[in-house]
């Protein structure tokens, strides 16, 4: 009897373990999307997207949180085809400028010399289509730590199949630069580093960080008298190169005593470097961009190192205040600021940090068919043990009667 509940119980053990469909627990799709995972066909009356559905679930994410061009409504939803192996999810949409408009895909006309069967023509009009496949965050919060799922595709038509003399408008796009000037932040520099030696410089890919990489950051002050110290008063991140002083637009990283959690501070208003180290997180607002970028600032100001200690907040007494002198050495306050940082979709170390980061325990990883198997070796193994015995007394019981 307790074999058979135990078989049971693994049984549901076996189909309910991270909610992954039975499709793909074994189907060699149950990993981290790709780029690949989508196919595109480009037809001559209706665009095809297929897309891989396990790398999804891998993701914590399922059918119903995918959406074209980060789209929330209905018509914008895929249909998942269960049916064939691997799974795929399905989007389909005809050409025509209404059904590409109602997902908000990307309209470019393209002047380019007439080829193949419009090759009697010097100038044909292309239009190129494009947009993305996303997946839909539900944290609510500025930040977040969950890698985001994104599918580009795109295909190129004669304008013929697609618009009839339409003019299309072009968004532009505006670059700004920080330029810090001043006698005083001249003195500062804001170095990023890899280890927590602070010694090898992080070098930051065009791809991207990953998420929850290790950020060592070093504020230094240089061509100072050994009177003065660095001491930072807050710490914060912003999507533009520019310091804010809105909350609603800045990420911050600590204020005084208030830090946030992934935010370690090793040394401030102690010398005249300041360290302290965050994980690589992506903003929010960023979700249908493959790469996050944003700004980190540092409101810094230089302390006599007599005083550094009373400027401290005193996080003790649990008000987060500064202690009052009636005397304050302490110079004017600036703030410095570190090029752009760029973090990509994808978490750092990922087949660990990859559930982590979807607050999923490492217990996820029970999952994999060889545990099962082994499971179930020990359970018949318990099984044939229990027979065994079973026999054992069954024979030394019917000894007596047969002499």
Known sequence: MWLVILV??????????????EQC??????RAPENSDITVVCGTEFMDLNILLCPMYHARYNESLMFLN????????????????????????PLNESAMESCSNSFKII??????????????????????????????????????????????YPMQYILNNSQ???????????????????????QLYQDEDYEDILFIPQTGLKLKTKIYVAVKATNLTERFNVLLDRCFATTSPYPTINNDQAYDLFVGCVRDPQTKVDINGASQVAHFSFEAFRFVEH???????????????????????????????????R?????????????????????????????????????????????????AVIV???????????????FALHIRRKKPIIQ
């Open 70 to 93: 980060n789209q929330n409504q209905k018509g914008c939803l895929g249909t998942a085809d269960w049916g064939v192996t691997p799974p795929v999810l399905r989007f389909r949409f």
């Open 111 to 156: 002047n380019e010399v007439g080829s193949g069967q419009f090759s009697d023509f010097s100038n044909v009009q292309y239009v190129n289509i494009s947009g993305a496949v996303t997946s839909l965050d539900p944290t609510s919060g500025m930040i977040t730590y969950k890698p985001q799922v994104l599918y580009k595709f795109s295909c190129l």
């Open 8 to 21: 049971c119980q693994l049984g549901l053990i076996l189909r309910t373990e991270a909610q992954i469909p």
């Open 376 to 390: 179930c070796i020990v359970v018949l193994a318990i099984l044939l043990v229990a027979m065994a015995v079973y």
């Open 168 to 190: 299309l408008g072009v968004s532009g796009v505006n670059l700004v630069i920080n330029d810090n000037n001043g006698s005083f932040i001249s003195t500062l520099s804001m």
């Open 287 to 321: 979700k249908n961009q493959t790469i996050s970028t944003f700004y980190l600032h540092c409101t810094t100001r230089l302390c006599e190192v007599s005083s550094c200690s009373s400027l401290m907040p005193d996080c003790e007494s649990g008000n987060g205040k």
């Open 323 to 371: 202690r009052r002198r009636e005397v304050q050495e302490v110079s004017g306050n600036a703030t410095v600021s570190s090029p752009a940082i760029f973090v990509g979709k994808q978490s750092a170390d990922e087949p660990q940090t990859f559930s982590a980061s979807h607050d999923v325990t490492s217990e996820s990883n029970y999952s994999s068919p060889v545990v």
């Open 25 to 30: 627990i074994t189907s060699e799709t149950n």
